[in-house]
């Protein structure tokens, strides 16, 4: 008999967590599974990526209503006679006002937000929180399961969050999946009364997926001139990308008279910032904002080199991605760069600082042995991990 898997993600636009979960779900055995996945946003640019055989649930009209603008929220509530619904909306606006920090304010409104919110009626085998938070929340309070997994994609210490808070739910979990050795090490520190809950799993990246999607992508996506040097990076728009470091290396490399250009693929809440930031060093034609790319490995197979100039990660993908295709790759020195890198070997570890970056990368352009070795490194390395998927199976009670 098959069994019954549920997901739960709090949406699938663009961002690594959410590639991850399409690729764990195109991995997952059909004839053997049952797969649900429950969504808080049903737009993105990956839902056209779900697997044919994944059910997206949808989602209660009280929920709807709930997350209308404020006060069209709070009018048809009123009108339903949902009274405590009207408290409840009045409490999360307050929250998201008054709330400093992103990342508790979103724990705290959790139950807010949960008032909207019935339990599931389907029982399942497994239910799996894909990310942090309000995912993990909703698998703890809203389903019936016989096993609860949660999923931390980032080093923790990093997010800014109230442990005392998450606590509470990581105690209702048989396990917390996390994606490197040095994640694991840092949950393992931080709750160390759930250290033996701890299990990594490694983002699925396919290399034969991969390299498929570049066939059917466009030829020049850049339409460089010659002697240019393409620089991509990929990432949310978002502080912990750490994109205000690479304008800034750009403008170092352009002043150095190295002939570059440096795209990056994303969208998110800094964008308005980085364009002012683009705009004061005078890089409008140097330094260019793609937005997001349903396809974007076209991008990194056509780019000279590949740039992560992050403050923290979990285990990105996008420089799995890169690896795949064997380009050039810069990263900033942050928490689990090691877990990726071979500083030298198949890449470069640079401090995190502008003029480190920009040193990382005028090193790949000025030295074409250098770039070339660890080019040929990265294409003798086994990198596709495909293999993961039975990782779960075995957290769900089946031993590959």
Request: hydrophobic share 40%; net charge neutral; charged share 25%.
């Amino acid at each position: 008999m098959k069994k019954n898997l549920l997901f739960v993600m709090p949406g699938l636009a663009a961002g690594g967590g959410e590639k991850s979960l399409v690729n764990l779900l195109s991995q997952i055995d059909y004839e053997q599974y049952n797969v649900d996945l429950f969504l808080f946003n049903h737009e993105g640019i990956f839902m056209d990526f779900l697997p044919k055989e994944v059910n997206v649930i949808s989602l209660p009209e009280t929920y709807k209503l709930f997350t209308l603008p404020f006060a069209e929220s709070v009018r048809r509530l009123a009108a339903a006679n949902r009274m405590s619904l009207v408290y409840n909306r009045f409490m999360f606006a307050f929250r998201n006002v008054r709330g400093r920090d992103i990342s508790i304010t979103e724990q705290y409104n959790w139950k807010h937000l949960s008032s909207s919110l019935e339990k599931l009626d389907k029982k399942y085998d497994a239910a799996i929180g894909f990310l942090e938070k309000t995912a993990t929340y909703f698998c703890v309070d809203k389903v019936n399961a016989d096993k609860k997994i949660g999923w931390v994609h980032i080093d923790y210490d990093k997010l800014g969050m109230d442990p005392d808070f998450d606590i509470k739910y990581f105690s209702e979990l048989d396990h917390i999946v996390t994606v490197s050795e040095e994640c694991a090490s840092i949950l393992k520190r931080r709750f160390p009364e759930q250290r033996d809950k701890v299990d990594v799993i490694y983002n699925i990246v396919s290399p034969r997926m991969i390299n498929q999607m570049v066939e059917h992508g466009e030829r020049d996506v850049y339409g460089r001139k010659p002697d240019e040097t393409v620089i991509l990076s990929i990432g949310r728009l978002h502080y912990q990308k750490g994109f205000e470091l690479a304008i800034e290396a750009c403008d170092r490399l352009v002043r150095q008279k190295h002939n570059v250009r440096w795209y990056v693929i994303g969208e998110g809440e800094e964008r308005s910032r980085l364009s002012q930031l683009i705009a004061k060093y005078r890089l409008e034609d140097r330094f260019i904002l793609l937005g997001l790319k349903a396809n974007p490995y076209p991008y990194i197979k056509q780019a000279h080199i590949y740039a992560q100039p992050s403050k923290f990660e979990g285990k990105s993908i996008a420089i799995d991605e890169a690896k795949i295709l064997n380009k050039p790759i810069v990263v900033t020195n942050f928490s689990t760069a090691k877990d990726q890198i071979t500083d030298g070997y198949n890449g470069l570890i640079v401090e995190m600082s502008a003029a480190a970056v920009a040193e990382g990368i005028g090193r790949l352009i000025s030295d074409d042995g250098l770039r070339n070795r660890l080019t040929a490194n990265l294409a003798g390395e086994k990198l596709g991990t495909e293999q993961e998927i039975n990782k779960l199976y075995s957290l769900v009670g089946d031993v590959p």
